[in-house]
T-cell receptor, first 112, second 113 residues
Framework: AQSVTQLGSHVSVSEGALVLLRCNYS??????LFWYVQYPNQGLQLLLKYTTGATLVKGINGFEAEFKKSETSFHLTKPSAHMSDAAEYFCAVSEKGFKTIFGAGTRLFVKA | SQTIHQWPATLVQPVGSPLSLECTVEGTSNPNLYWYRQAAGRGLQLLFYSVGIGQISSEVPQNLSASRPQDRQFILSSKKLLLSDSGFYLC????????????FGSGTQLSVL
């Protein structure tokens, strides 16, 4: 069965600092991996996804993530945080079916 | 372009009352449809998904049910709400054959008191 673990329910960084949000997954087959962002009282938006091919995936708003099969990880990074990045971020996994399973989420705080 | 509508945005209901949340998708045909619940401090839990009219798959046994009376309409219901049904409910859709990208509605904040 597929599952997702996000390390850290809250992450706080200073504006301009590196953002690193951690995600580990479990899947019995090569997974599809995703990062979604949720702003307050809104639905989720897709940031980026990994399906096949290049393991470093670039998404919107300067975010990127690297699929590391040996570590079963898909961590999200951004070199320089902006105040507008403050939101909740969800890692998700899917085994090429109809179901996408989400992690518990990590709330990112950005300090001025 | 495709859009997804979910209503109401907020809802306060007493314990034991019925529930009906509606979601419609425009601009596409035969979408996959999903209901997720986001409880306070927790991630998203997949409740139901549907690949076609009248086809509903339930992921978690619970006090809720779902129906898909029309191709682009997905309804979440309950006959008697429980306190534990409180949460943020999100409807989502994906394209048949391109299921890996989900498009979410703006959500319904349900408070059961």
């Amino acid at each position: 069965a597929q599952s997702v673990t996000q390390l850290g329910s809250h992450v706080s960084v200073s504006e301009g600092a590196l953002v690193l949000l951690r995600c580990n997954y479990s899947s019995s087959v090569p997974p599809y991996l995703f990062w979604y962002v949720q702003y307050p009282n809104q639905g989720l938006q897709l940031l980026l996804k990994y399906t096949t091919g290049a393991t470093l995936v670039k998404g919107i708003n300067g975010f990127e993530a690297e699929f590391k099969k040996s570590e079963t990880s898909f961590h999200l990074t951004k070199p320089s945080a902006h105040m507008s990045d403050a939101a909740e971020y969800f890692c998700a996994v899917s085994e090429k079916g109809f179901k996408t399973i989400f992690g518990a989420g990590t709330r990112l705080f950005v300090k001025a | 372009s495709q859009t997804i509508h979910q209503w109401p945005a907020t809802l306060v209901q007493p314990v034991g009352s019925p529930l009906s949340l509606e979601c419609t998708v425009e601009g596409t045909s035969n979408p996959n449809l999903y209901w997720y619940r986001q409880a306070a401090g927790r991630g998203l839990q997949l409740l139901f998904y549907s690949v076609g009219i009248g086809q509903i798959s339930s992921e978690v046994p619970q006090n809720l049910s779902a129906s898909r009376p029309q191709d682009r309409q997905f309804i979440l219901s309950s006959k008697k709400l429980l306190l534990s049904d409180s949460g943020f409910y999100l409807c989502a859709w994906s394209v048949q054959g391109a299921w890996e990208k989900l498009f979410f509605g703006s959500g319904t904040q349900l408070s059961v008191l």
